[in-house]
């Protein structure tokens, strides 16, 4: 596999733990940013993974999480520039030989492939393509002020030259790739909106998708459904998108069968789980890690009922049974694991997607930032971990979000007070041995497969689907505060939950819709 083009050869500073974003972290962002490039054909030999959870896709993911926090119109353009490449590089707008190629489900599908020649291989690692665009789209629609003036990187492939006109590009464009590949084709939706593969998928026909590929389609779906409610132009899709991912993000907290909630050596409850919801136990860290920033993702955007106290076991899972000595070594899987092997292995270091689990164990932040060697007077060159520290910086500070409205529900209250709860402060890291791995490397050590790290998930094909946002059955915890009680509440109550809890988030104050 290629890398994914010119490499940062500067750091990110992080200037202190506490108080607000300082102008110098800003800048050294800002400055990073401009030193990398997203990647492109011929450069990779795996275009969806790249965008998925290598080095362009944490690049997009942690540019719009520092745009969500500071409004800065450098980082704005940015991620633009990355999201526009990103769409270029679609199959069916890419000239041959990369692009224009027939897919496994005979059509010249819009897909990023995971090959680079012959019949164009694609499955849920589009998914985080899909997101990235859609959220790159709501951060635009987000910034109200900005919709009539020209971007700032320019217009190169005639996607829009306001902020306005590229948004509703990248929304159309990302609506393109669900409706002619993700429910045509790959996905199967009938059993209640459970996310699952087509039984013509080359890879897992018929199975459930595993956690952290649901996040990826979820991300995605998510995203374009709070994109049309600002733009107001197709309630129908906000419904069905709402639809799915509420089913699977309630499913996690209300099924025992998909995981267990159980009292850990402390004495507090945590959540075990595993690879796929037809598993409960045993999910390694590594997928693991990429499962639990899909949650935040949706706790934070306080859309679908994901409360603090829903989370917290989440954290304290990390705190309580993976982190076997702080700032040096973590356990391999959610149960504890210290032998296992591959993805399941033991780390020096933490991974990212756990880092923000602090948000829900304060008390744990100092040691979890060192943890992810992140400390005050020092750099790093982890983009993902750069970004996601800050965010835990910017909500201790308690500034309000630059954008409109800001992050909605209990996820937009802050961090939840958690004075008694075991951590406390680490020592400073070192910054040698041990440190994360840099995402910039060529490849990534969080790619999605269930396989050896590096490995694509295999191609997707599937038969026809449909949404069913309506469908007999769905079920979920909703917005109950306690996953223990949602178990035991019944089915009618737990369906007017959700019903609550997406009508309370509609009702939000929304941005000014745009001109249609």
């Known amino acids: 596999m290629g890398n994914v083009g010119l490499r940062a050869t500067v ?45 362009s896709g944490e690049q997009i993911k942690a540019m719009g999480l520092m745009y969500e926090m500071t409004a800065d119109r450098a980082i704005l353009d940015r991620m633009i520039y990355f999201c526009d490449t990103l769409l270029s590089e679609r199959n069916d707008l890419l000239a041959a030989p990369y692009g224009q190629r027939t897919c496994w489900n005979g059509k010249v599908a819009p897909v990023w492939p995971g090959n680079a020649s012959g019949t164009a291989s694609a499955d849920s690692a589009n998914g985080d393509c899909v997101g990235h665009i859609a959220n790159c789209a709501r951060l635009i629609l987000e910034t109200p002020a900005i919709w009539n003036t020209a971007v700032g990187s320019g217009d190169p492939n005639g996607y829009g030259a306001s902020y306005l006109e590229r948004a509703r590009t990248f929304v159309k464009e990302a609506d393109h790739t669900v409706d002619a590949f993700f429910l045509s ?50 309630a129908q899709r906000v419904v069905s998108y709402d639809s799915i991912v509420q089913v699977n993000l309630s499913r ?38 990429l499962d639990t920033a899909g949650f935040y993702r949706a706790y934070i955007s306080g859309r679908y009922g994901i ?36 993805h399941a292995a033991t780390t020096p270091y933490i991974r990212s997607g756990f880092l923000l689990l602090a948000d829900v164990r304060p008390a744990a932040y100092a040691s979890m930032m060192s943890g992810a060697r992140l400390s005050a007077g020092n750099t790093t060159g982890s983009i993902d971990a750069f970004s996601r520290g800050m965010w835990l910086k910017f909500r201790r500070s308690g500034a309000p979000s630059p954008l409109t409205p800001g992050p909605m529900g209990d996820g937009g209250a802050g961090p939840v007070a958690d004075a008694a709860a075991p951590g406390g402060a680490g020592g400073a890291p070192d910054g040698a041995a041990g440190d994360p791995p840099d995402l910039n490397a060529a490849g990534s050590p969080n790619d999605h497969s269930d396989g050896a790290a590096g490995t ?34 019944p089915r009618g109550l737990a369906l007017l939950v959700i019903a609550a809890s997406l009508a309370v988030a509609r009702r939000r104050s929304r941005v000014a819709r745009p001109p249609s």
């Open 11 to 55: 750091s990110m500073s992080v200037d202190s733990l506490d108080g607000s974003l300082t102008a110098n972290e800003l800048k050294s962002f800002e400055n990073y940013i401009q030193t990398i490039e997203p990647v492109v054909w011929p450069n990779t030999g795996d275009m969806q993974n790249q965008y998925a959870q290598a080095a």
């Open 185 to 234: 084709d790959l996905l199967d939706l009938t059993d209640r909106n459970h996310l699952k593969f087509s039984k013509l998928s080359p890879y897992k026909p018929g199975d459930e998708l595993p956690w952290n590929q649901q996040m990826m389609m979820i991300y995605g779906f998510y995203n374009l459904a709070w994109a049309h409610e600002i733009l107001g132009n197709d």
């Open 252 to 289: 996690f907290f209300a099924d025992t069968a998909a995981s267990r909630a159980y009292k850990d050596s402390a004495g507090n409850t945590a959540y075990d789980w595993g690879y796929s919801p037809s598993a409960n136990s045993g999910e390694d860290s590594n997928h693991g890690s």
């Open 307 to 342: 409360t603090a106290d829903m989370m917290k076991p989440f954290a304290n899972m990390f705190v309580d049974v993976m982190t076997l000595k702080q700032d040096s070594l973590y356990a391999g899987t959610v149960d504890g694991c210290t032998t296992c092997t591959g």
């Open 456 to 489: 694509s998930s295999g191609t997707g094909q599937a038969g026809a689907s449909s949404v069913n946002s309506n469908a007999a059955g769905d079920t979920s915890a909703g917005n109950c505060g306690c996953r223990l009680a949602s178990r035991s509440a």
